[in-house]
Structure formats: C-alpha cells, structure tokens
C-alpha cells in the first residue's frame, strides 16, 4: 500500500471512531469524558433492540357476551358475563341490560358479570349493550337472548303445594326453596327442583287417569282455573304470564287453597246419583235428574267454569215452546249444563234438558264443595 493509501485509510478510522463516540455521549450527556472506549460499545442498533421488548399497552376489547347471542330458552334467572381482552378499567362505564331489573355488577378479573336479584320472566327478549368507550373495537355492541318458558313440571309442583291439586309434592333432602324467596322461586321456575308426587286415599280411582306428571292435563286446567278464581282473574283455565306471576308470588308466600280440593261423579246408573269427594273424603252423595234423551247431559269429564247462587235460566224446549226457571245454587262446568237445584216431584231419573238437577237441601249442601275448577265426571 502506498503512503498515501494508508494515510487516507487512518484517516477514516480516526474519523469513524470520533463520530461514535460522539453520538453516544449525547445519550447520556452526565457521562464522564474519561471513559471514551466503555461507551464505544454501546451500538445504536442494540439500543434500539432493547426498546422493542416492551409492547405498548394492549387495547380494551370485548370477548364475548354470555348468554351468546341469538340464544333462545334461557335460564332467565342466570347470570350474564361480559369477558374483555383486560380488566375493565374502574371508571369505565358498565354495559347495560333491556329491560332493566334488579341486580348488580361485579368485576371478576377479565370479566363483569351481572348477578341479577330475582331475573327476567319467561319469554322475555333481553338486549346487553357495552356503552360507547369501553371497547375501541366493539363500543355500542349489542347482544339479544330470549328466555325460555317456565317448566310445566315446577307448574305441578307448585300447585300441589299449594293445595290446588289432590296429589302431594314432596321436595327431595336439600331440595327445598327457602321460604319467601322470590328469587328461588323464579330460579326454579326454569329448573325444577327434584321431589316426589304422592296420592293421598280416599278418592275414587278414576281420578287419576286424569294426571300426567309434567305434562298438560285436565287436573293442572282444573287446579289453575281454582287459582285463578281466587286471585280475581279471569277463569280460563291457562298459566299465562299473569297466572305464573301470581303463582310465583303465592308460592313464596305460602298462600295455600283455603276451600280445599273436590270431585264429583253425577252418575246415570239407575237411580241416578251425584256423589261429591272433597280433601280426600265422600262428602255428599244424593239423588239426581240428568238430561232427557233430545237434550241429554254430555257425558265426560269437564271443569266448573262459572257458579251463581240464583238465575232465572231461559231457553228451548224440545217442543219449541220457550222456558224461564229460576233456579238456585247454580255451578256450569259444561256449556249451559250445570249442577243446581229445581223443584221436581221426584229425582233419580233423567227429566232434565242437559243439568244435573238435585233437591234443594243436596243443592245448598253441594255448591260451596264445587269451586271453580272442580272436575265433574258425568257417567254413561
């Protein structure tokens, strides 16, 4: 290499080494002149390596919303859970639920989960909003779930406690709703609790064919049309949303049948007979008139659905000429068919036009043991 080559390579490296050495006391500006060779190796591309291992701070997302969206048959008396990417900070806004009830939020790591007092009733269409701002990616989102339908079976249970049905229901060991609990009961409105049906004695056999454990039957339309009647509603026999409102609130209340529960069987055998069962006991058993053969009671088994204790009852006769009776102790349980009481000269044999006619005495003694819903069999 020629002098002057070496002179312009020293050159360079005197050069390059001032530069460096420069540039990293301007990082630290109290670093002392005398230590020039340690901060050479310090490199700028190391520096910028060790910046990178820290991240920024990760964004508030929302996750998931529990029950998800679109469900259908939900618990209606479960909590909801609301899961981020991090915890809520504490002053963000918490989501918001439609309709509104009562209940709290709590903070749970990750998530918010809403623990609500008693819940929503069934059938209810249920919006979770997450307000503006609590996620940069999802803020407004909007979550929907529908409740499912109350249970049939907790239906039967209730109203067996309650009186309404002649079967027992027992709770199973540990099983119980505590006493006065609305929420409990609402709880177990969607999952009943498990527990035993029992049959008291003393009613007739054919009374059970009428029952069918957590499926609609004619003694559930006959129990819910007795509650009904002693609740003010109208009688129809259904557990509509006002029904099972009121059962619910009877059920934490313990707010038992107080007339009891009765059957009756109005029978066409000759002499024909109506026989009145009441809490598990034959009550009543007299002599009665059913229908002629051109107006004939119908035979089967059907619900009182209406009582007055006078009417003048009007209509048809077979031979087109037109009646007005005043008639007491008055129970309907099918059409304009109904159990009460008429001045006859005699009774045992069918000279009615669709009733079941009995004395006086029997009339008076029957009418307050046929409540509303009360099952009348009319036999062949």
């Keep these: 290499m020629s002098r002057k080559a070496a002179a312009i390579a020293a050159g360079v490296i005197v050069a390059a080494g001032a530069s460096a050495a420069g540039a990293y006391a301007a990082l630290d500006n109290h670093q002392p002149h005398a230590q020039p060779r340690a901060q050479a190796h310090v490199s700028p591309v190391a520096d910028r390596h060790h910046a990178a291992v820290t991240p920024p701070p990760r ?18 008396a479960g909590n909801i859970t609301v899961t981020f990417s991090k915890p809520l900070p ?29 819940g929503f ?33 907790r239906l039967q249970e209730m109203l067996a406690q309650l009186g309404y049905l002649p079967v027992t229901w027992t709770p199973a060991v540990g099983a119980a709703i505590p006493a006065g609990s609305a929420a409990a009961q ?24 009428f029952w069918a ?12 049309m007795g509650f009904e009647a002693d609740h003010g509603m109208a009688v129809d026999g259904v557990a509509g949303r006002l029904v099972w409102a009121a059962l619910l609130k009877a059920a934490a209340a313990g707010q038992r049948n107080k007339h009891g529960y009765s059957y009756a069987i109005a029978s066409q055998g000759s002499p024909e007979t109506l026989t009145i069962w009441h809490d598990g006991r034959q009550v009543l058993r007299t002599l009665a008139n059913t229908g002629i053969s051109v107006a004939p009671t119908p035979v089967g088994t059907f619900p009182v659905y209406e ?9 048809t006769n077979p031979d087109g000429s037109h009646y007005a009776d005043p008639v007491q102790w008055v129970s309907y349980f099918s059409g304009g068919s109904a159990v009460h009481y008429i001045g006859r000269g005699s009774y045992g044999w069918p000279q009615s036009l669709g009733c079941v006619e009995v004395p006086y ?13 009360t099952l009348v069999t009319v036999t062949p």
């Design 213 to 224: 454990r957590g499926r609609a039957n004619l003694l559930d339309t006959g129990a819910i």
């Design 90 to 118: 504490a002053g963000a806004a918490l989501p918001r639920l439609s309709p509104a009830i009562a209940g709290s939020w709590q903070r749970a790591g990750d998530t918010v989960v809403f623990t609500p007092q008693a």
């Design 307 to 315: 009582k007055l204790p006078f009417q003048v009852m009007k209509g």
């Design 121 to 153: 009733t069934a059938g209810t269409r249920v919006t979770v909003t997450v307000p503006e701002g609590a996620s940069a990616a999802r803020s407004g989102y909007k979550s929907t779930f529908t409740t499912a339908s109350y249970s049939m079976l």
């Design 59 to 76: 964004p508030l997302r929302l996750l998931s919303v529990t029950p998800a969206n679109g469900s259908r048959g939900v618990d209606g």
């Design 361 to 373: 005495t029997a009339a008076a003694e029957a009418y307050p043991y046929l409540p509303y819903g």
């Design 186 to 209: 609402l709880a177990a409105a969607y999952e009943p609790p498990p527990g035993t049906f029992g049959w008291p004695g003393g009613y007739p056999a054919g009374l059970r064919s």
